[in-house]
């Protein structure tokens, strides 16, 4: 069974920047992986793919703010955020093998003043 460990959330003001962090443990195999968030109130959502193949992937929201890279190496999975609106508020998950697939525990990110 895969284990994702997310890392990196916190408080930042409008305009700032934050790098999130996904490890995979117990993943022998390159496989795709995605970022979604949860604001409050709302329904989960996709924000950004790694494709196992090296493809990537952006909601049309966060697509010039935000970049998905990864280190195979260490099965890691990152996710740098720029530019951050209030409106990106909400607690981040990693996943692998889509909706159906494994979830970390998210992490929050808070954009505010």
């Known amino acids: 069974q895969v284990q994702l460990v997310e890392s990196g959330g916190g408080l930042v003001q409008p305009g700032g920047s934050l790098r999130l962090s996904c490890v995979a443990e117990?993943?022998?195999?390159?496989?795709?992986m995605n970022w979604y968030r949860q604001a409050p109130g709302k329904q989960r959502e996709f924000v950004a793919e790694s494709g196992s193949d090296g493809s990537t992937n952006y909601a049309f929201a966060v697509k010039g703010r935000f970049t998905i890279a990864r280190d195979n190496a260490k099965n890691t999975v990152y996710l740098q955020m720029n530019n951050l609106k209030p409106e990106d508020t909400g607690v981040y998950y990693c996943?692998?093998?889509?909706?159906?697939?494994?979830w970390g525990q998210g992490t929050q990110v808070t954009v505010s003043s």
């Open positions: 117990n993943s022998s195999r390159r496989v795709g």
């Open positions: 996943n692998v093998f889509g909706p159906a697939g494994y």
